[in-house]
């Protein structure tokens, strides 16, 4: 795990998306994992602005949506396919073929999350997978409990989180329950993980996930065990990091490992 500390929510986006341009000019047929929220929209504004200035091509892209809430259709205003399609997929030049998806609304729950286990299988596995952190300490959907080698399947949202996304409804009854979301297992296989946080509500979930135990009750807190988990976050939401100093030195002085070895 790397903890890197940026001074306010536009750094946080742009060392996010200096990463991800890194790791597609390694891999142009990058597996990228999508996020939704407030937090990464302006990870995708970075990234869109770099497709404009021709830096980055999504042509051999593939992206894999992280969760969908369960009873909405794609098209629906609320749904995650419409988050992404509206702030970041339809900006860029994706192919339609390479965008994948949760169904909001599946023929058949278990076949429709088994069906996008495996379609990440086939592609290799997310190469770059994009976190936010709930106040509970949630990624994606895995709420507190969610088993920490869970697959994709549906789950109960907390209440906690029920409130917290009802500022994207017109009343907190409009939220959904119920959630499809990719599994915590399923999450780990990535070969690098981006968790940004930003803002001082964030604070005690980014100590827990990063100096906490490792707990199913804190589900954020299994990125320890990824070798190649960032946790991006500003001065407000790592405030209660009590090795803010150690990460910050590390963070600076990581590519110096190479003048050791001239």
């Given at each position: 795990m790397e903890v890197i500390f940026t001074s306010n929510y536009e750094k946080i986006c742009e060392?996010?998306?200096?990463?991800?341009?890194?790791?597609?000019?390694?891999?142009?047929?990058l597996a990228l994992g999508l996020a939704t929220g407030?937090?990464?929209?302006?990870?995708?504004?970075?990234?869109?602005?770099?497709?404009?200035?021709?830096?980055?091509d999504f042509s051999g892209v593939q992206t894999f949506g992280l969760d969908e809430y369960l009873g909405l259709?794609?098209?629906?205003?609320?749904?995650?396919?419409?988050?992404?399609?509206?702030n970041f997929l339809k900006h860029i030049n994706i192919k339609k073929e390479n965008i994948f998806r949760l169904d909001g609304k599946p023929s058949d729950i278990d076949?429709?999350?088994?069906?996008?286990?495996?379609?990440?299988?086939?592609?290799?596995?997310?190469?770059?997978?994009?976190?936010?952190?709930?106040?509970?300490?949630?990624?994606?959907?895995?709420?507190?409990?969610?088993?920490?080698?869970?697959?994709t399947r549906v789950k109960t949202l907390a209440e906690e989180t029920v409130k917290d996304n009802a500022c994207f409804f017109e009343n907190e009854r409009e939220v959904p329950r119920?959630?499809?979301?990719?599994?915590?297992?399923?999450?780990?296989?990535?070969?690098?993980?981006?968790l940004l946080a930003s803002g001082g509500n964030k604070k005690d979930a980014v100590r827990q996930c990063v100096?906490?135990?490792?707990?199913?009750?804190v589900p954020a807190s299994v990125l320890q065990f990824h070798p190649q988990?960032?946790?991006?976050?500003?001065?407000?939401?790592?405030?209660?990091l009590s090795r803010k100093g150690y990460y910050e030195?590390?963070?600076?002085?990581?590519e110096r490992v190479k003048d050791y070895l001239k």
């Open positions: 060392e996010a998306a200096r990463i991800i341009l890194r790791e597609w000019k390694k891999k142009k047929n407030a937090t990464p929209l302006g990870v995708y504004k970075e990234l869109i602005e770099l497709y404009q200035k021709k830096e980055i259709e794609e098209d629906h205003p609320q749904s995650f396919a419409h988050y992404m399609k509206e076949t429709n999350c088994q069906e996008y286990e495996d379609k990440i299988k086939s592609c290799g596995g997310i190469d770059v997978q994009i976190l936010g952190i709930g106040r509970n300490g949630h990624i994606g959907f895995n709420e507190p409990g969610s088993s920490l080698s869970s697959r119920f959630c499809l979301t990719i599994g915590i297992g399923t999450v780990m296989e990535a070969k690098m993980i981006i100096e906490g135990p490792v707990t199913a009750s988990a960032k946790i991006i976050v500003d001065e407000d939401a790592g405030a209660l030195w590390v963070f600076q002085n990581k």
